[in-house]
T-cell receptor, first 110, second 113 residues
């Protein structure tokens, strides 16, 4: 079983619509959770951390479900510029070693 | 700009060549990382340096040899690579290691013929 699993997509989303997707992780002792964004042929960049109580950053909402071992990302009012691959990232300990999912591709269409 | 630069951006090499990848961070961080990203696969952590000391080596073949001369520079020396080593090699840095955001460089796209 992969340590961090994501639906590769692509999720084709009309501009203005809402899209949501999950990521599951295998290590129940995982400490921290993040969503990174990677544009085509570019480096990953931190989008947002995911907190236990869930958190929002503008049009982006992240949730954590420890019992079922998944995190989610919801994008409201999608923009063309949201087209990217979204990487789920988990730290298995307090050490800072990041475990990456393979990414979920989102394509926002006009 | 993320403050992490990598050179070269593209590299094509034969299996018998020796080359080096360079990473430099201008963020004052004290931890640096090498990752490998192959198509449709998760980023794979290769090496971690903290305060210029290697703290992790994820069973990476010896044909990859890292070097960290100071907290701002990180090298990846390559020799006798295989075609399956073709990938995007990403360098990252962070302040400390524990749960801090990692800043990535633009990567070196490596092709091994």
């Amino acid at each position: 079983r992969k340590e961090v699993e994501q639906d590769p997509g692509p999720f084709n989303v009309p501009e203005g619509a809402t899209v949501a997707f999950n990521c599951t992780y295998s290590n129940s002792a995982s400490q921290s959770f993040f969503w990174y964004r990677q544009d085509c042929r570019k480096e990953p960049k931190l989008l947002m951390s995911v907190y236990s109580s869930g958190n929002e950053d503008g049009r982006f909402t992240a949730q954590l479900n420890r019992a079922s071992q998944y995190i989610s990302l919801l994008i409201r009012d999608s923009k063309l510029s949201d087209s990217a691959t979204y990487l789920c990232v988990v730290t298995p300990d307090s050490w800072g070693k990041l475990q990456f999912g393979a990414g979920t591709q989102v394509v926002v269409t006009p | 700009e993320t403050g992490v630069t990598q050179t070269p951006r593209h590299l094509v090499m034969g299996m018998t060549n020796k080359k080096s990848l360079k990473c430099e961070q201008h963020l004052g961080h004290n931890a640096m990382y090498w990752y490998k990203q192959s198509a449709k696969k998760p980023l794979e952590l290769m090496f971690v340096y903290s305060l210029e000391e290697r703290v992790e080596n994820n069973s990476v073949p010896s044909r990859f040899s890292p070097e960290c001369p100071n907290s701002s520079h990180l090298f990846l020396h390559l020799h006798t690579l295989q075609p399956e080593d073709s990938a995007l090699y990403l360098c990252a840095s962070s302040q400390e290691r524990a749960n801090n955001e990692q800043f990535f460089g633009p990567g070196t796209r490596l092709t091994v013929l």
